[in-house]
């Protein structure tokens, strides 16, 4: 019998939330995907590239694309690397900073990946927990672990960090890295892009996946220093980005007014979603992201989850013990939080 290394076989693995085959027939709010399509724009690119394209490879540097972000968000493009989604970008860091029997660090609750990545590299994994105003607890003067993960804005709780804690965290890394993972920026009001400049250990990362609906082609990417990013680029699969990919990714990236129309209507959604669940009687965290994380009154999320998802509409439920009182529900479009906030007025709660 062939061995498979011990942290593999033992691992758990990540389970993505659902996805059905029959999607079209449900009100999909579990993985906060953009309801609204991705501009015409990125449609048109595509289309190109599936006429042109095809039979070469890719441009294995992702140079347009690159050339974009960093136009965008004011850097050289040695600064920027594009990834298959950000999850291959955040595999790739842990692979670059974390050897085996190293430690890595993230908030809990945030994205629970993190952890994963890590048992596949065989990195051990510490967490830190936040008290009732989202300030983690039992943080060190001084971190030796090789990377902290911070999800800003927070999933699946919404709320934000702040300048001035990154910056002081970023201090407390002996020589590590912090990795802000940026995937929902852009429904924020904030972004820790600067940072990457005025302090050397930190890198942060963004996705087409959320903001720009291009869940489905996998598009992310990461901006560091470029010895940073040189190292990842020794890691990376050459070819990590197909033509379609690159063709969306700087479509999207050049159709900022789509991209603000989008945010924007999300945004007014989302204010509007968490008026009407308080007046339910619900505990709504104030989000920065294109999902609430909200707890009824009974705080019972599990019957919230299974009371939607009778009337096909799914949203995420975590059995987690720290944050299985609620459920995470993607902002969807105005009509379908309207269906959405209909079916949750019509359950009924056990007073608490
Ligand atoms: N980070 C966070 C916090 C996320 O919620 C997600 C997607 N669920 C990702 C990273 C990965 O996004 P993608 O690989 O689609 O870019």
Redesign the pocket.
Known sequence: MTQLRKNIAEMAGYVPGFQPQDVASYIKLN??ENSYPPSPKVLEAIAREVNDGLRRYPDAGSTSAREEAAKLYGFDPSWIIMAN????V?NNLIRAFAGEGEEIAFIHP??S?YGTLAEIQGATVRTFGLNERFEPQGLPERYDGKIFFL?NPN?PLGFTFSKKFMIDLAGRLSSGVLVV?E??ADFADDTALDLVKSLDNVVVTR???KSYSL?GM?V?LAIARPEVIAALNKIRDHYNLDRLAQAAAVAALKDQDYLRSVVKKTRATREWFTKELEKLGFTVIPSSGNYVFATPPDRDGGRVYQALYEKKILVRHFTDPVIAHGVRITIGTQEEMETTLAAIAAISYSSA
């Open positions: 993985t906060n989604g950000s999850d291959e955040l945030s994205y990946y999800t999933a993972d995937t929902y996705t087409f996946s869940a996998r992310g």
